[in-house]
């Protein structure tokens, strides 16, 4: 497959993979939204070994798998054929996104490389531990911890990107907030799910649903307080799209709704796009 044939094909599979940040992605121009949307491919790479439900795919097998990675994404040329045999044993229960890792990572404009791979070796790392302990939050120091590997830091590699293309600069404890403000609202989405089908709480002991609630408005405040420094468009309505629809979906799961619904969503879009 050529360059303009991969670079199409990582389109699709982001559009396959997420919808949701597919859309924002689009609004991005030229080498930014081809870094932006393969970060987010490597990112969900990892995110599918983590979240794998087969039981061939042990917790431990989690752990050792995402720590490998983790060492295979510091080394300055990625080693695609030992990434392939690590995968080997469990590559009938992994998706195409986390398969084909090594393409996005080809596909990253020059000068993005080490920004994204050290930001997805770090993920991989606290990935690793978390499934390692089970997921079981039993703090807020742990619920900070948890979510500042799993979205903090695509907030700070984002903010990364966005200096190295436009110049743009924000507060790394901002962006922080930002990634856990998204990573609360799915966790409170899926707080049920979670428990029932894998037994995985990320909901410090002794918090009610109202401390959660707080815990996800207190950190979606600071991504609105993280966008005051950007003044480019096209990055601005990147950022402001996820945060929308994570405020919508947080006044669903209030009035006891389970999530938005595809039109909602739609009709979110619209309004960006009309501002």
């Not at 752990?63 to 030992?82: H, Q």
């Not at 084909?100 to 997805?120: F, H, M, Q, S």
Request: proline fraction near 3%.
């Amino acid at each position: 497959m050529n360059q303009k044939a991969l670079e199409k094909d990582a389109m699709r599979v982001l559009k396959e993979t997420s919808r949701t940040f597919y859309i924002p992605i689009t609004f991005l121009k030229k080498d930014l939204k081809k870094a932006v949307a393969n970060a987010y491919l490597i990112m969900r790479a990892l995110d599918e070994i983590e979240d794998n439900e087969h039981p061939e795919v042990t917790n431990e097998i989690k752990y050792f798998l995402l720590m490998e990675v983790s060492e295979l994404l510091k080394e300055e040329n990625f080693n695609n054929d030992k990434y392939l045999q690590l995968l080997e044993p469990y590559k009938q229960y992994m998706p195409e996104v986390t398969m084909r890792l090594n393409d996005w990572i080809l596909l990253l404009p020059e000068g993005t490389k080490k920004i994204v791979c050290d930001a997805a070796s770090e993920m991989a790392f606290g990935m690793a531990k978390w499934a390692k302990a089970n997921w079981q939050v039993r703090t807020k120091e742990d619920l900070d911890e948890y979510t500042y590997y799993v979205a903090g830091l695509v907030g700070v590699m984002l903010s990364d990107l966005w200096e190295w293309d436009s110049a743009v600069k924000t507060d790394r404890e901002l962006a922080i907030g930002y990634g856990r403000g998204l990573q609360a609202v799915n966790i409170l989405r899926n707080q049920q799910e979670d428990f029932e089908t894998r037994g995985v709480s990320f909901i410090p002991e002794g918090w009610t649903k109202e401390d959660l609630f707080h815990y996800t408005e207190e950190n979606l405040e600071k991504a609105y307080q993280y966008m005051d420094a950007i003044q480019k468009r096209s990055i601005l309505m990147f950022c402001s799209l996820p945060l929308a629809l994570a405020h919508k979906t947080l006044n669903a799961l209030k009035e006891g709704k389970e999530k938005m619904s595809r039109s909602e969503v739609e009709e979110t879009v619209k309004e960006l796009m009309v501002d």
